[in-house]
């Protein structure tokens, strides 16, 4: 099973795609982020996001897409561009047809580290040993993507046994 992670974001959007077998393992397939230009309108950064959605989708299908959900408690122009961002995002997820599981952010740290209160080094720590990677995966938004992919497949895998 093929997993898209998605780190929504207006000036970042982190990604990462990850393949697990029935036998638990997980395999990299790649990570990266998609990135606007400050000096854009807003429209266009979204048709961009828009866009490299597309393109990713196409490139890797994946079997869905695994979103973290938002969490703003300060700036509020910044929840709403994301939103909008994120808005985009599932757009592009629903034109192709893929599922969407969403996590909270203390849902992912659990399912990577065993703790919802790790901070984000233990997240990566953990993100690089289970994919086998030779560092941690920069930037910080690609390794948030790769662990809401890792989230995602921890939490079908838990169903599957049950």
Do not use: W
């Not at 807003?42 to 996001?49: D, E, F, G, N, P």
């Not at 969407?100 to 065993?114: D, H, L, M, S």
């Not at 209160?117 to 910080?140: C, E, F, H, W, Y």
């Amino acid at each position: 099973m093929r997993i898209l992670g998605i780190d929504p974001g207006y000036a970042i959007v982190g990604y990462g795609v990850v393949d697990a077998s029935l036998k638990k393992e997980m395999t990299l397939c790649t990570y990266g982020c998609i990135r606007t230009g400050k000096e854009d309108p807003a429209h266009i950064r979204l048709q961009s996001i828009y866009h490299a959605m597309m393109e990713l989708i196409t490139r890797s299908e994946p079997y869905c897409m695994a979103i973290e959900q938002l969490f703003f408690s300060r700036n509020t122009t910044t929840a709403l561009q994301v939103s909008e961002a994120r808005g985009v995002i599932l757009l592009a997820a629903a034109e192709c047809s893929l599922g969407v599981f969403e996590y909270r952010p203390n849902q992912i740290k659990q399912a990577v580290t065993g703790s919802g209160n790790a901070d984000k080094k233990q997240v990566q720590k953990m993100i690089t040993r289970l994919l086998g990677m030779s560092a941690v995966p920069r930037p910080d938004d690609a390794a948030d993507a790769l662990a809401t992919a890792v989230c995602h497949l921890h939490y079908t895998q838990r169903d599957l046994l049950q």
